[in-house]
């Protein structure tokens, strides 16, 4: 340290030592999922993006629970080394870790077969974290008309409520949404 003091006067000093970093802090995380249901003639996409609020620790790898018959098409996010599906769960690794926040974007499908058809719709799971909010949107493309949605524990909102995860003709065609 260089400093200029005055010839007259007092000066007075204090410091204190650098906090202790510890290394070893089990990784704690909040997730925020925002999903739009686009349901098309024969086929369901989901379009989810995961938003990681980290606290504590570092994530190396996150891990979602995938709905079952739900194929991942598309996985994209900053510093991302690797995904994979392993026993129904979806694993994404990262080249550094993250330890302050990050963005995860899922994409997949489910193959419907011809039209009438019921869906339940069942979202990502994300594991690993302290809690989970979201929102979720069903749209309507190709010509199909979405009928009678009954979603349980979660409450509906305004449309414009809903945080942007696409564009085009799956925005536009949003015919409801909850939280």
Do not use: C
């Amino acid at each position: 340290m260089t400093a200029y003091l005055p010839t007259t006067g007092k000066v007075s000093l204090a410091w204190r030592s650098r906090p202790t970093i510890i290394e070893d802090l089990e990784p704690l995380a909040f997730a925020e999922t925002t999903t739009i249901y686009a349901v098309g003639e024969g086929v369901l996409r989901a379009h989810s993006k995961v938003v990681y609020r980290i606290v504590q620790g570092k994530y190396e790898a996150f891990e979602i629970g995938i709905p079952e018959g739900l194929n991942i098409l598309k996985v994209e996010g900053a510093d991302l080394k690797d995904w994979r599906i392993v026993e129904g769960k979806l694993r994404v690794e990262l080249h550094e870790g993250e330890d302050e926040s990050y963005e995860l974007y899922v994409e997949g499908e489910k193959l419907l077969g011809a039209l009438p058809v019921e869906v339940e719709l069942r979202g990502l799971e994300v594991l690993g974290v302290e809690r989970e909010r979201g929102h979720v949107g069903v749209s309507a493309v190709e010509e199909v008309k979405v009928e009678g949605i009954e979603i349980e524990g979660l409450s509906q909102v305004n449309i414009e409520e809903l945080p942007k995860v696409v564009d085009g003709a799956i925005w536009q065609g949003l015919v409801t949404a909850y939280k």
